[in-house]
């Protein structure tokens, strides 16, 4: 089975702006999380889609938003970005086939955002 | 809130001798999985092991084992025969067993093997 894909790998925007990250999940997996990796803060968790719903949301303000396709496919928005939002945005697979209970996450390559 | 944590920013070893990373995590939960990733400088995160708290006997794939104290919230990783490919960020992770598909991480331990 191919991977988790995400596009594009690496994107440059200014201040102000507005970006949307796309990934496609391996085939049959239906949650999707993603997660943001900085120096400073580490790996934290952003979101989790299952079924085209928000399942879980992490500490991150409204500027972070997502969403999921019928085909299990996301993409998350960031509002407005500050010079603080450049980081390696992962995304991560499950299979999730009913409640989640503690399945292994299968991550992407990342999107590394960069903020100027 | 659980929270993770990796005492060994970084550590360095010479290939084919046998290190081990340090993880400790905090948590009230008495069911829950353990995960070791291994990030290499592609950024690429790779799962090496998982850890279910509920089983008893460590985990094992390959060269790559683990050493799981539930009382005493260690879960270390031990690498035998270390190669230059197993250069890399390593992460140890927690998950609850129910409720949030969420993976909290801790700091990481850079590894460097050495020819």
């Known amino acids: 089975k191919a991977g988790v894909t995400q596009t594009p790998r690496y994107l440059i925007k200014t201040r102000g702006q507005q970006v949307t990250l796309s990934c496609s999940p391996i085939?049959?997996?239906?949650?999707v999380s993603w997660y943001q990796q900085t120096p400073g803060q580490g790996l934290q968790f952003l979101f989790e889609y299952f079924s085209e719903t928000q399942r879980n949301k992490g500490n991150f303000p409204g500027r972070f938003s997502g969403r999921q396709f019928s085909n299990s496919r996301s993409e998350m928005n960031v509002s407005t970005l500050e010079l603080g939002d450049s980081a390696l945005y992962l995304c991560?697979?499950?299979?999730?086939?009913?409640?989640?209970?503690?399945?292994?996450?299968?991550f992407g390559p990342g999107t590394r955002l960069l903020v100027l | 809130a659980q929270t993770v944590t990796q005492s060994q920013p970084e550590m360095s070893v010479q290939e084919a001798e046998t290190v081990t990373l340090s993880c400790t995590y905090d948590?009230?939960?008495?069911?829950?999985?353990l995960f070791w990733y291994k990030q290499p400088p592609s950024r690429q995160m790779i799962l090496v092991i998982r850890q279910e708290a509920y089983k008893q006997q460590n985990a094992t794939e390959n060269r790559f084992s683990v050493n799981f104290q539930k009382a005493a919230k260690s879960f270390s990783l031990k690498i035998s025969d270390s190669q230059l490919g197993d250069t890399a960020m390593y992460f140890c992770?927690?998950?609850?067993?129910?409720?949030?598909?969420?993976?909290?991480f801790g700091q990481g331990t850079r590894l460097t093997i050495n020819p």
């Open positions: 992770a927690f998950m609850k067993h129910v409720g949030a598909q969420k993976l909290v």
């Open positions: 948590t009230s939960e008495s069911n829950y999985y």
């Open positions: 085939s049959g997996h239906r949650s």
């Open positions: 991560a697979s499950s299979e999730s086939g009913g409640p989640p209970r503690g399945e292994t996450q299968y």
